[in-house]
């Protein structure tokens, strides 16, 4: 390997890395409801991409900056996180975790056709900021648009653990997740912390979905799947219910994503991710942050 195909190398898992705070963001939230009701929301990636189309079509009807977008793609999510939960997790038997997972399957698969049947299966342009600015790091140039979107999705993870570790929302997420029924005793609703929970990371996920269509510059209804795949990897390398360890575990893996394709082509890249993800299981099942038994 010469320099100049090294510097290229760098270069490729720098962009990587920053678009890595997506896949952060998507972990964040599988992490939260995992970590709140032990199940697993396949339709969040789905709702998120869904929350992206929404902030489109309400900046279609009214004249706003496209940064505007992102705050509508936040408020869509919220609201999709609600009615996720009041569709597949309200009226569900939780000790029937085979019907909650079905449920969520069906959501996502809902979502999806949703989006095809109202796009036509046409992929959309989505308003990427910042993409004509080039910022040269000595051989290197990162791209506006991805310091953006890294940007924002360092705000939003550090707002997310101010949240949940600085208020009393946190504090009653955290002990439902601990001690559901001793919650329950001490007057926290748990009905509440969970619909609470699916907002919260609904707003999250919408942000995650626009932050995606900013980074390509579009939006497709084949991207729901991917970023599903990639959420749970994320949530899985990073070790369940860990919030730390899904961060980390986003940014390795849009790092190691854009290292591979670069070395093997986009055709194989996702076969080495999948690679990953089976070491983890087999030498370190616990993830990055493995969940320890015990309380706050």
Aim: with cysteine; proline share 4%; aromatic share 10%.
């Amino acid at each position: 390997m010469d320099l100049l195909d090294l510097i290229d190398a760098v270069q490729s898992v720098a962009d990587g890395v920053l678009f890595g705070a997506t896949y952060a963001l998507l972990g964040i939230g599988f992490t939260l409801i995992f970590g709140v009701m032990h199940k697993l929301n396949l339709s969040y990636a789905a709702a998120s991409i869904g929350a992206a189309y929404a902030s489109l079509l309400i900046l279609a009807g009214i004249e706003a900056p496209a940064i505007f977008v992102f705050l509508m793609a936040a408020v869509a999510g919220g609201v999709i996180g609600g009615l996720v939960y009041l569709i597949a997790f309200k009226f569900i038997p939780l000790a029937n975790p085979l019907a909650t997972l079905m449920s969520t399957v069906g959501l996502l698969l809902l979502i999806d056709e949703i989006i095809v049947h109202s796009t036509a299966g046409v992929p959309l342009n989505y308003p990427a900021l910042f993409s004509d600015v080039i910022i040269p790091m000595g051989p290197f140039n990162l791209r506006g648009d991805l310091i953006f979107v890294f940007a924002l999705g360092c705000v939003c993870m550090v707002v997310l653990l101010l949240l949940l570790y600085r208020t009393k929302l946190g504090l009653a997420t955290r002990a439902v997740s601990q001690q559901p029924i001793a919650s329950e005793l001490c007057g926290i609703s748990i009905t509440h912390v969970n619909v609470l929970t699916f907002v919260l990371t609904g707003v999250v996920g919408g942000i995650a979905g626009a932050m995606t269509g900013a980074a390509i510059g579009m939006l497709s209804p084949l991207l729901s799947l991917p970023l599903t795949v990639k959420g749970l990897i994320v949530t899985v390398i990073g070790g369940l219910g860990s919030i730390p360890g899904a961060i980390i575990a986003g940014l390795v893996v849009g790092g190691l994503e854009n290292f591979f394709q670069f070395f093997r082509g986009v055709s194989e890249r996702d076969l080495y991710i999948m690679l990953l993800l089976f070491a983890f299981l087999i030498f370190r099942p616990g993830g990055i942050f493995p969940t320890t038994a015990g309380r706050d």
